[in-house]
């Protein structure tokens, strides 16, 4: 009988700290400076997260800036798995770099992770300079086909970057070479094209939208399997003339090696909750992200980051592209 009541007891005095999480604010992390595509919709997701995970729940957006992503994520990997942790991540951390670094990421990126939710994934744009021959997307994307290797040069916002594996990918697409000339920033990259001193270049649609719609570059067409709803007059590369052409960046939710399953499914409650609101999606598809709304739970999370990262590797090794750490 006294054990009987030890049990009851326990089980009562444990009750109440499974239903407490979270318990303080919890650290959405970044692997970027305020202000960036990962940045804005790290703050986006943050207030709903927040009132979907209930008691009275914070979320606080943490910049941690380095690298590309990888400083945050190694950061992320010693963290407690207790769930007050997370980390919005995208492709130049855990599939580009692990895949281009030389001698690789001091963390796997699937396996030294807890995988708590898809948010989405944003297209690049093919954009050019005005003067760039071709009156439709499919004349432009025929004119760089027939151009001899190294006679265009095309712009990126730097070397390993999604946007300078993009454009390798097309070249090798359309069967010929072009000058890369790498800049610091998506902005310097877009002024170029702009001058001129670049003729193309493949851009986040988040950074470029406004270039776009402002008529300072052209856009051609967006780089995934389906068109973007903010810029439905831009079709795809493959309808461009490019079959098979499908590379996108993404968001992904992750929190530090063994969170327990219940805070995972928490976190992921909320998270898809968030997503499924239209207020939600359509602030993400202004900041250039399409919110994620098939099935998402930890397991199809890690579905997909696997086979984002295996996406990745064949462009990487595709291209030859290389980072020096």
Avoid: C
Wanted: no cysteine.
């Amino acid at each position: 009988m006294h054990r009987l009541l030890g049990l009851a007891l326990a089980m009562l005095l444990l009750a109440p700290v499974a239903q407490a999480f979270p318990d303080r604010p919890i650290t959405l992390a970044t692997g970027y400076a305020p202000g960036g595509s990962t940045d804005i919709a790290a703050r986006i997701l943050a207030e709903r997260l927040a009132a979907n995970l209930g008691n009275g729940a914070r979320v606080v957006v943490e910049n941690r800036p380095g690298a590309g992503g990888i400083v945050a994520s190694e950061w992320l990997k010693r963290q407690a798995p207790d769930g007050h942790t997370i980390m919005l991540v995208e492709s130049s951390s855990h599939a580009i770099a692990p895949n281009a670094l030389v001698g690789g990421t001091r963390y796997d990126p699937v396996a030294d992770f807890s995988h708590l939710g898809v948010i989405g994934t944003a297209p690049l744009v093919l954009v050019v300079n005005k003067d760039l021959p071709g009156a439709t997307p499919a004349a432009v994307v025929q004119h760089l086909r027939g151009a001899p290797p190294d006679s265009i040069a095309y712009a990126t916002s730097g070397v390993g970057t999604i946007v300078h594996l993009a454009s390798e990918m097309l070249a090798l697409d359309l069967g010929t070479r072009f000058v890369h000339v790498p800049y610091r920033s998506g902005g310097q990259m877009l002024t170029a094209i702009f001058q001129g001193d670049g003729k193309f270049g493949i851009a986040v649609l988040a950074s470029a939208a406004q270039q776009v719609r402002d008529d300072m570059v052209r856009g051609i067409a967006v780089t995934g399997d389906h068109r973007f709803p903010t810029f439905p007059d831009l079709p795809t590369l493959a309808e461009a003339g490019v079959p098979g052409f499908d590379l996108v960046t993404w968001n992904i939710l992750l929190g530090p090696p063994g969170m327990p399953a219940e805070i995972q499914a928490a976190l992921n409650r909320a998270l898809n909750a968030s997503l499924a609101e239209p207020a939600l999606q359509q602030r993400l598809l202004t900041a250039g992200v399409d919110a994620w709304t098939r099935p998402n739970g930890p397991e199809e999370a890690r579905a997909f980051l696997a086979r984002e990262v295996e996406k990745f590797r064949v462009v990487v090794q595709r291209t030859g592209v290389k980072l020096e750490p």
